[in-house]
């Protein structure tokens, strides 16, 4: 394999964004990222924890009651989309960022991540002038009106999967609306969250109003979730993290978002066009290495078609080029840590266990050069896997995906929705009575009819059950960062009776 990954002999070097400033960690400690395609260090960052974490509170705070708030919304807006327009002028470079410190493939960091994180930012750039109250028709000589106002300083903690992107759905509607930040990174991916904090500052945007702190989950997120200072929290990850999150909020009642999650029905019925299904179920599941919350990582297969789509599906996914995530016809790279390497190894173990087929993959791939050191996987494909065992219910978050058969339309919905998540689902089939059929009944926040992976930062997208609360892009997300306030006023001009004259 010829290596298209820039040399690197000394690791980039990252700083704090707080207040207007790029600074070290008060206590001085540093991280390493590595570049999961060679296991080597990328990048050293500065580690944030609880003292770097109350500087940002307090800097998001003076923001927040000063400059801020009395900036009116056409200008937010146009910074936001100031905003947009230097990411896009710098979409290589960030790419290129992204693909080094997350290990996904350029082809996916230039086409997906970095397009969506312009039209984001530009998306609610439009939004900023047009948050609204209303007039509410009460009884009597009242007047009542309402005011949206924004929550106030928030603290957004966000995975290491879409970094740059996860970055752009919590930041654009809590700018737009008139919110200060802290942001969290992920320990495994902080170098674009930074950069952008780069071009933040160049955009214009007072000091604190956005203040990016690269550290630990344990430490920095732990401190952020359950700061007094913070009015609302917001939190991408695990299922797990996302309780941990609500607990540390509950203590000070603080608002809170969760998008958590998933183990996505998608699902094949035989009236489907198989060519458009298979391409599909590879969507699902090999799009990021797996690496997605919406994964269609329990695959349905109506039973009278599973051997035709299996060796279908089977003879694509092998020719999946998996390896440097910098050559632009690779669609596989590594999975972002040897950690998660390891989690999806041990699932092949326990798919083995509880009697499932490993009916393809199911190994590391064999590279060559500094890629041996990689934490690359193949694309693996469980099969007579029952929706119980374990590899159908639990997020394995790795291009693997478990095959289930069912045998007609109630068989399939009982079994799609027997599960704690409720993300996404996808449904392939030529009868729209049957797709829609489905869209209704399925316990899931997003459903894509022969398509999957679909977003646009005008549609909304979160999840049912334990897959999370409240709604990320489109205006919902402003719900999740704006308040109302009920303004009453009394135009009799008479004092209130009640009481007596
Ligand atoms: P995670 O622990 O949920 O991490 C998500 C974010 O939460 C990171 O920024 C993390 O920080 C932070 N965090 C961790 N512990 C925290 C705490 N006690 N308080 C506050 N913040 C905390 O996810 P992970 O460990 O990276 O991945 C584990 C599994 O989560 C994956 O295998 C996958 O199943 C799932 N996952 C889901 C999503 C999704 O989009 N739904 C995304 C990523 C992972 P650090 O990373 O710096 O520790
Ligand atoms: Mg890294």
Redesign the pocket.
Known sequence: MSSTQPAQTTPRRYQLFIDGQFVDAESGKTFKSPNPATGETFAEVAEADKADVDKAVAAARKAFEGKWSKMSARDRGRLLYKLSQLIEEHAGELATLETMDNGKPIKESTYIDLPGVVENFEYFAGWSTKIEGETIPVPGQMFNYTLREPVGVCGQ??????PLL?AAWKLAPALAAGNTVVL???????VTAVELGKLIAEAGFPEGVVNII?????T???????HPGIDKIA????????K??AK?AAENLTKVSL????KAPNVIFADADLDQAVNGAMMGIFFNQG????AGSRLFVEAKVKDEFLARFKEKADKIKVGDPMDKATLMGPQ??M??LN?IKSYVAIAREEGATVFSGGASPELEGAFQNGYFFQPTIFSEVDNTMRVAQ?????PVTSVITFDNDDDLLRQANETMYG?SAGIWTRDITRAHRFAKAVKAGVVWINTYNMFNAASPFGGYKQ??YGREMGKHALELYTQVKSVWVDLSGKPIGWFGK
């Open positions: 903690i966000i995975p290491w999967n879409f996860m969290k990174p992920a320990e495994q991916t902080p690269p550290g630990f989950g344990e920095a997120g732990a401190a952020l979730a359950s939190f991408t990850g695990s299922t797990e993290i996302g941990v999150i540390a998008e958590l999650g998933g690496q997605v919350c919406c972002v840590s950690e998660q989690k639990e997020e394995i978050f790795g993300l897959s999370g």
